[in-house]
Structure formats: C-alpha cells, structure tokens
T-cell receptor, first 114, second 114 residues
Framework: TQLLEQSPQFLSIQEGENLTVYCNSSSVFSSLQWYRQEPGEGPVLLVTVVTGGEVKKLKRLTFQFGDARKDSSLHITAAQPGDTGLYLCAGAKTGGTSYGKLTFGQGTILTVHP | DTAVSQTPKYLVTQMGNDKSIKCEQNLGHDTMYWYKQDSKKFLKIMFSYNNKELIINETVPNRFSPKSPDKAHLNLHINSLELGDSAVYFC?????????????FGPGTRLTVL
C-alpha cells in the first residue's frame, strides 16, 4: 500500500505554463518535504512544511500543506526548462519506529519544453 | 567539499557475487540512511543509523547488511546478489532523527546485476 500518492506521474508542458503536482495520503504526517532530483544525482530538498495550512514560496514555486496535514501541493508558475526534473514529496512521522523515516511518493517527472 | 559521498558510482556484477557500497558524510550529522530507488524512480528507505546504532530496518532481505564503523560512515554489504537487486542505492544523512530535518543525499550508486 502506497502511503503517499503523488500525481501526475508524468507532466510535459511548454515553457511559460503553470502546473500543480499533488501529494495525497490518508495518514497524518508531522511534516512534509519536497525534493527535486536531476538525472544521475541524489534528491535535493526544496522545502519542508510542518504546520497544517502552511504555504511557503520559493521564487516561482509555491508549496502548501493541507489543513489536516494529510496532503500537499507544489505549484510552479511560468515553468522554465530549468525546472525539468523528478519532483518527490516525502512525509515524516514522529515517535516509535518512525523516527527519522521519510516515506516518499512515487514522484512526478516534469519536462518543460523551450 | 562533497557533503555525502558514495563509492562506487557504478557497479556491474554477476548474480551470486558479494559487493559493498561505501558512504561517507562530512557534515557532522548523527543520522545516516540507505535508500533503494527502483526503475520507476520509487525511493524506499532500507536502513537508518543514529550515532552508529541501528534505528530503522525495513523489510529488507538479510543478504543486505549495513555497517557503521563511526557516525560519519555507513557502508552497505550485499551477499549473493540477485537480479532484483539492480537499482540505484542512495546514502543520505541528517543532523539527527527529528522529522523535519532535511536529508542530504549522496549521488547514488547504480547497481546492475547480470
């Protein structure tokens, strides 16, 4: 059973378009992170959201954590070819055997065409 | 300069062989992880260590044995390699076990079992 459902799996758009990637779960997470991974490299953290309803902006990227801390979204405005990559959401829980454990979504492969 | 390094970058080997992947972090972090990323880009945690102590041991065949000689190193030894072990293996580290911590990933080791 996949704890974090990420959609869409693939996204191919033209430069300048807007897009949204969703990360949904039936579980509550203490925090949720978004990573970006380029070919041949490891994931790199973009943002961490910890409070229900929290919105964070990173230039043209807007991240939102759901009020119930079960879901999150990543919105990119005016996408550029440099945004191309694999975007991963990852949820963390605290306590018990969950300490330090990140559960990843399946990832969204974004391709932005010039 | 490299924060989390792994060797080798590529590993091609025959079924049944034993191989090791090494990981080192120079960030002074207490916690280190091993992840497996399959061909569909799904990233799944295998192990985590905190100050050389095993914290997370997911349902991983006991052919996989992590070893942490000190908190800056976490190596992964794999016995009797199988075709299904082919994947990209990522080492990561974080300051400690807190759920909101960023995890810093290494560049990955692409293992191909023939």
């Amino acid at each position: 059973t996949q704890l974090l459902e990420q959609s869409p799996q693939f996204l191919s758009i033209q430069e300048g378009e807007n897009l949204t990637v969703y990360c949904n779960s039936s579980s509550v997470f203490s925090s949720l992170q978004w990573y970006r991974q380029e070919p041949g490299e490891g994931p790199v953290l973009l943002v961490t959201v910890v409070t229900g309803g929290e919105v964070k902006k990173l230039k043209r990227l807007t991240f939102q954590f759901g009020d119930a801390r079960k879901d999150s979204s990543l919105h990119i405005t005016a996408a550029q070819p440099g945004d191309t990559g694999l975007y991963l959401c990852a949820g963390a829980k605290t306590g018990g055997t969950s300490y330090g454990k990140l559960t990843f979504g399946q990832g969204t492969i974004l391709t932005v065409h010039p | 300069d490299t924060a989390v390094s792994q060797t080798p970058k590529y590993l091609v080997t025959q079924m049944g062989n034993d191989k090791s992947i090494k990981c080192e972090q120079n960030l002074g972090h207490d916690t280190m992880y091993w992840y497996k990323q399959d061909s569909k880009k799904f990233l799944k945690i295998m192990f985590s260590y905190n100050n050389k102590e095993l914290i997370i041991n997911e349902t991983v065949p006991n052919r996989f044995s992590p070893k942490s000689p000190d908190k800056a190193h976490l190596n992964l030894h794999i016995n009797s390699l199988e075709l299904g072990d082919s994947a990209v293996y990522f080492c990561a580290s974080s300051p400690d076990l807190a759920s909101y911590n960023e995890q810093f990933f290494g560049p990955g080791t692409r293992l191909t079992v023939l």
